[in-house]
């Protein structure tokens, strides 16, 4: 109403000078309820979107409520960010054997939620044009790659990346199901963890086809390594943790304790018992699974990446060049989620003892959920399928 006011004072004035009360009089009268429509209008469509979203984000709660109505599931911790907001939401116990309320400032296991973290750092080496991606492994990791008919010539840092190097993971089921499980605490060194993978023969010729091997991601690291004099921590810490202001994401190392306020972490035996197992020696992950950090931290990170923030425009193009995955689109370090509703968005899963979590976001980065359950399993997986698309669906 500001602008009538000023209109009418100017009529009032030229009534005085002109003696014209009747037109002036009119003129800011119908002007004054043209104005007052427009703004009810307005605010009219203004209230209904606040409603509509209000309305959307509790039902994204009340689906959260509702998949920890089962023993699967102890609880959820939800975070994300939407039209300039942050929200987080936590429901259920952090503990089925001494129950407590979750938080959602909880920190947790991220498992391969680290791989995006890692493959940001080597395209941000890209951008700085300290290597390039289609650089053999060879080239960086001389004699490393060999045997078992093995060639690092090759394989190019791309194709870690993306995962159609064709290397073999080392993380089979037995080593995941008995060997970690039965030594919690055991250190494995990256020698260690690359002599394991070696030791298996070739899943298919590099580019030839597509698997999911954590020895891709273990050797990003090393190469970072050798390309900055800096372990993949210590650059992922320097770029990314530091800059964005993230306090509560560490990169484990040799340590067995997630520091901070966290839940008892579920971990799932073949027979599909879910037992304790909170405190887990990472080493085994390497570059490929060993951060710590929390929904607030993963929304800052996903934010600034698909946002355009961390990289140029070429590399996020390189970031979002996809090959066929069995489960879709894989880009570097990313690959596509599709809702129920075929709508696209970008991010990553991770898996790991006692924790799964999520980050899916918009490729603008305004639009950002991360999800994290204290457990793993099939019900886990649903659970976090049912969040997500809830969240982005229409």
Do not use: C
Not at 111 to 138: P, R, Y
Not at 162 to 175: M, V
Not at 372 to 384: C, E, K, L, R
Request: charged share 20%; hydrophobic share 35%; aromatic share 10%.
């Amino acid at each position: 109403m500001k602008s009538f006011t000023i209109q009418k004072r100017v009529a009032l004035t030229l009534t005085a000078i002109l003696a014209g009360p009747l037109a002036f009089d009119a003129y800011g009268t119908v002007h004054a309820k043209d104005q007052t429509a427009t703004y009810q209008a307005i605010d009219k469509v203004g209230n209904n979107e606040k409603e509509k979203k209000r309305k959307h984000r509790e039902e994204v709660k009340l689906v959260m409520d509702q998949v920890v109505t089962t023993k699967g599931v102890p609880s959820v911790i939800a975070g994300g960010l939407q039209d300039g907001k942050s929200w987080s939401y936590a429901t259920g116990t952090a503990s089925y054997e001494v129950p407590r309320p979750v938080e959602s400032d909880f920190s947790f296991r991220i498992g391969s939620i680290s791989k995006t973290f890692t493959a940001s750092v080597v395209l941000q080496l890209a951008d700085e044009k300290k290597l390039n991606l289609d650089d053999s492994v060879e080239k960086w990791l001389p004699g490393v790659i060999k045997g078992k008919g093995y060639d690092g010539n090759k394989i190019t840092i791309r194709q870690l990346l993306n995962h159609t190097s064709g290397l073999a993971s080392y993380t089979d089921l037995d080593f995941r199901d008995i060997t970690l499980p039965q030594n919690p605490y055991r250190y494995y060194s990256v020698d260690e963890l690359i002599g394991m993978g070696l030791s298996k023969p070739p899943v298919f010729a590099p580019g030839k086809g597509w698997d999911y091997s954590n020895m891709n991601t273990v050797l990003a690291g090393q190469i970072i390594q050798k390309v900055t004099g800096e372990t993949y921590a210590e650059q992922i810490r320097k770029r990314f943790i530091i800059p964005l202001g993230m306090t509560g994401t560490f990169v484990m190392g040799n340590s067995h304790e997630i520091s901070g306020k966290h839940a008892t972490g579920y971990n799932m035996d073949r027979s599909g018992h879910l037992y304790d197992l909170t405190e887990m020696n990472q080493s085994w992950a390497n570059a490929a699974g060993d951060i710590v950090s929390t929904t607030i931290d993963l929304t800052t990170f996903f934010s600034a990446l698909l946002g355009g923030e961390l990289l140029s425009q070429e590399m996020m193009d390189q970031m979002h060049t996809t090959v066929d995955g069995p489960f879709g689109k894989v880009g570097l370090g990313i690959y596509e989620f599709k809702t129920a509703d075929g709508q696209s968005y970008w991010g990553h899963a991770g898996g790991t003892f006692g924790y799964e979590s999520r980050a899916v976001g918009s490729l603008d980065g305004k639009h950002i959920l991360v999800t994290a359950i204290n457990a793993v399993g099939p019900v886990v997986s649903s659970a976090h399928d049912k969040i997500i698309n809830k969240e982005f669906g229409r």
